[in-house]
């Protein structure tokens, strides 16, 4: 966990006091001369923003809820200004009326920041891409910590309140997000995992899959994920993750596919159909004849327009029918 270099982790007192970070946290904390750990963690948020932030914490300590939700403003680097960042904290009771604060937090885009510095694993840039677009669409649904050594996993509050968790007891251990994964997707996805975790992380963890919400709701979504605690044995200890909704993606890639079905099939249709009536119209006329009985011309000349009336309809059906199609990709 420590060694992430995409969120920001945390471990508070009671008191909002420090106890433990990573190193990205650490490093980007703005007291270059001394460690975090120690200091009131109000140390390195807009001053307003840390009174939000103990409001938010006794508000859900009040209404014995387990987790919440809250953007604060952190100091950059530099000291030279501040940046928005969401977080989201879980509090964990200890003897003698003492609670343990575990935040994990990431850089959002909020008011005038553009610049968005992506995590060193994603690297491919079909995958910026669809972050970026994630990002800007407000598509994430939340995170996920994945203790792999002990077997546990921890989800965020979006990600349970998502997955249907919402209205349920927080003690609820057995929450796992792969439990979530739909079944015809599991075996691609645990292929994925496994690249990555071969590859000792170089081989990013990158997954378009179907969650499954605890009332059998299906939600497209892209997976994201690094290891980011190995052991000496180059096994994963701790991964974080996230997923993105791609859900509205999905519904027009569907319908992009069936138009083009529909293409395909009217095309085929359309063009045997007039091909067919137009043969039937040059063969009437390399039959008729000028010595031929007035009647017997009449009738071929009838049959003629027959066919003729036949192939003039056949293409205002075509027409109709890409008129109709036209209206329908408007919406």
């Known amino acids: ?14 008191e909002g006091l420090v106890n433990n970070t990573n190193l990205k946290l650490n490093n980007s904390s703005g007291i270059l001369d001394n460690p975090l750990i120690g200091c009131s963690f109000g140390e390195i948020l807009f001053p307003s923003d840390f009174l939000n932030f103990q409001n938010s914490l006794q508000n859900a300590i009040h209404e014995k809820t387990k987790h919440f939700q809250i953007d604060l403003r952190k100091v950059n680097e530099d000291n030279s200004d501040f940046h928005w960042t969401r977080w989201e904290f879980t509090i964990d009771p200890r003897e003698n009326s003492d609670i343990s604060i575990l935040g994990i937090g990431h850089d959002i885009l909020k008011i005038n920041e553009k610049i968005i510095e992506f995590p060193d694993f994603i690297y491919e840039h079909q995958i910026k891409n669809e972050i970026m677009e994630g990002l800007f669409e407000d598509n994430l649904i939340g995170f996920w910590l994945w203790d792999l050594e002990n077997e546990t996993d921890t989800l965020s509050v979006s990600l349970r309140s998502m997955l249907g968790y919402e209205f349920l007891t927080n003690e609820k251990k057995e ?28 081989v990013p963890f990158h997954s378009e899959l179907r969650i499954i919400t605890l009332t059998g709701k299906e939600i497209w979504s892209i997976a994201y994920g690094k290891v980011v605690k190995w052991s000496q044995e180059g096994k994963p200890i701790n991964m974080v993750g996230c997923f993105f909704d791609i859900s509205e993606k999905k519904k027009s890639e569907v319908i992009i596919e069936k138009q083009n079905e529909f293409l395909k099939e009217l095309t085929f249709n359309q063009s045997h159909l007039m091909r067919s009536k137009l043969a039937n119209i040059i063969g009437i006329l390399e039959v008729i004849q000028p010595k031929q009985k007035p009647e017997e011309v009449l009738e071929l000349l009838n049959l003629l327009k027959e066919e003729a009336t036949k192939l003039d309809k056949a293409l205002q059906d075509s027409i109709h029918s890409s008129s109709a199609l036209n209206s329908d990709k408007s919406y």
Do not use: C, T
């Open 175 to 202: 929450v796992k997000w792969k439990k979530h994964i739909h079944p015809q997707d599991r075996e691609k996805s645990n292929q994925q995992l496994n690249d990555h975790f071969s590859s000792y992380g170089s």
């Open 1 to 14: 966990m420590k060694g992430s270099k995409y969120y920001y982790l945390v471990e508070l007192d009671n």
